[in-house]
């Protein structure tokens, strides 16, 4: 295929699978219900998602910090405004690309602070690593808290046998990818070896970090504060004010995967939160409410820090490049 038309095809099916999202979500709602959305929209506190937003614009900041010590072991240690800004535009470039933020992350630091690229990216992929046990933990207490509930819903969405093939397909091309690097010798597995070394590098700093529980203080910090985002953001709205614990577990988690089932969340954020809101007593008009309120104060923030980062992320740097 095309280089040209995969990268197009990489950008426009989940933006279109969002699209389609929000027709079929906005079409199943009578004229009296659009009006209330409106209207859970119109009486919103707004001091209350902005101070939302606030905790999640603090998370990127840790997060910033956090980076310094994986990036200590490879001998590197960049300023940690250069990494605030190289995480705020990464953010954004997955608003229009998904999975590209990883890429330019790596990209700036290799500009602004002369990490090797393969390295940033190998510490990069070390922190999504961490990530994805933090959410892995956050699902199993949500599975614990309300398991027939939350399977029942998923069981609706994504059939299990699809699942399994996926899985298996993704089995395959990993054994056929090893396979190449194995007995290949084209010029194209040497530049992958390259890259893997340093990449190994970068991955490998997790097991070298010398500052280890202020890593996990750290870890723990950044995702405490994006559940405290979420929490917060319930308070703006009366209908979800009340939402008990346990629901705001699992809310919290499927409003997580949703934000990369499409562009950044694009259509399938307010779907999947407004669906799993409605298992638990929830109108579907406030959870659509809420799940569009939650997810465009969050683009906003994203868009807003991310066009700064581009801005000042070469000024502050004029004299080193």
Not at 18 to 44: C, M, P, T, V
Not at 65 to 91: C, D, G, T
Request: aromatic residues 16%; contains cysteine.
């Amino acid at each position: 295929m095309n280089k040209s038309i995969a990268k197009f095809l990489k950008i426009a099916i989940p933006l279109a699978l969002g699209i389609f999202l929000i027709f079929y979500s906005y079409n199943k709602f009578s004229e009296e219900q659009l009006k209330e959305i409106g209207r859970y929209f119109s009486k919103a506190d707004y001091w209350i998602v902005t101070l939302s937003v606030l905790l999640t614009v603090i998370s990127h900041v840790i997060r910033a910090l956090r980076w310094n010590i994986l990036l200590e072991p490879v001998s590197h240690q960049p300023k940690v405004i250069n990494n605030f800004m190289a995480i705020s535009i990464a953010y954004l470039m997955n608003i229009f690309i998904p999975k590209s933020g990883e890429v330019s992350r790596a990209i700036v630091l290799d500009k602004y602070e002369k990490v090797p690229f393969a390295t940033g990216f190998g510490t990069i992929i070390s922190e999504r690593v961490i990530d994805l046990i933090f959410l892995l933990c956050f699902t199993a207490a949500a599975l614990m808290l309300q398991f027939d509930v939350l399977f029942a819903y998923l069981s609706e969405i994504v059939e299990p046998s699809k699942l399994i093939l996926a899985f298996t397909a993704l089995i395959v091309l990993l054994l056929l990818f090893f396979l190449f690097l194995k007995f290949s010798n084209s010029k194209l597995k040497i530049k992958l070896k390259e890259f893997f070394l340093g990449l190994k590098d970068g991955v490998l700093s997790i097991l070298k970090i010398k500052k280890i529980g202020l890593f996990i203080v750290q870890s723990f910090l950044i995702w405490g504060l994006y559940l405290g985002s979420f929490y917060t953001a319930t308070l703006a709205l009366e209908e979800t004010s009340t939402i008990d614990f346990a629901t705001i577990i699992i809310t919290f988690v499927v409003g997580s995967f949703a934000f990369a089932f499409t562009n950044s969340g694009f259509g399938s954020y307010p779907f999947f939160v407004a669906g799993i809101l409605a298992v638990f007593g929830i109108a579907e008009t406030v959870g659509t409410a809420f799940g569009w309120i939650v997810w465009t104060s969050s683009i906003a923030s994203i868009v807003l820090f991310g066009v700064l980062s581009f801005i000042f992320l070469p000024i502050y740097n004029r004299s080193q490049v």
